[in-house]
């Protein structure tokens, strides 16, 4: 199982970006998806997670802002972000409660990560 995230870049303070994920592999179901941030000499943080049946929660400093969303069919994951800050600029990774084999706990996968900069 691989996730492959994508869509980081260059954007200045107030514009937008939507970040990819793609899950690829042995996969049976996929439970919550999610994405988390690190900032350099930060410790990675959540920022939203999204269930199957579409659920949502998200980091409070990005309510309002970001939007999650997946497509069950096709096992990917979004991260819509509007009005973005410096202060979001680090590498996104996306995560995944991955089954590959029916009635099975499943383990958590990580994407590589895709970088994300705010700046004017």
């Known amino acids: 199982v691989q996730l492959q995230a994508s869509g980081g870049g260059l954007v200045q303070p107030g514009g937008s970006l939507r970040l990819s994920c793609a899950a690829s592999?042995?996969?049976?179901?996929?439970?919550?998806m999610g994405w988390y941030r690190q900032a350099p000499g930060n410790q990675r943080e959540f920022v939203a997670v999204?269930?199957?049946?579409?659920?949502?929660n998200y980091l409070d400093s990005v309510k309002g802002r970001f939007t999650i969303s997946r497509d069950n069919a096709q096992n990917m994951v979004y991260l819509q972000m509007n009005d973005l800050k410096p202060e979001d600029t680090a590498v996104y990774y996306c995560?995944?409660?991955?089954?590959?084999?029916?009635?099975?706990?499943?383990?958590?996968?990580w994407g590589q990560g895709t970088l994300v900069t705010v700046s004017s």
């Open positions: 592999g042995k996969i049976a179901s996929i439970a919550n």
């Open positions: 995560n995944g409660l991955i089954r590959r084999r029916a009635f099975t706990p499943g383990d958590t996968y």
């Open positions: 999204i269930t199957s049946s579409g659920l949502t």
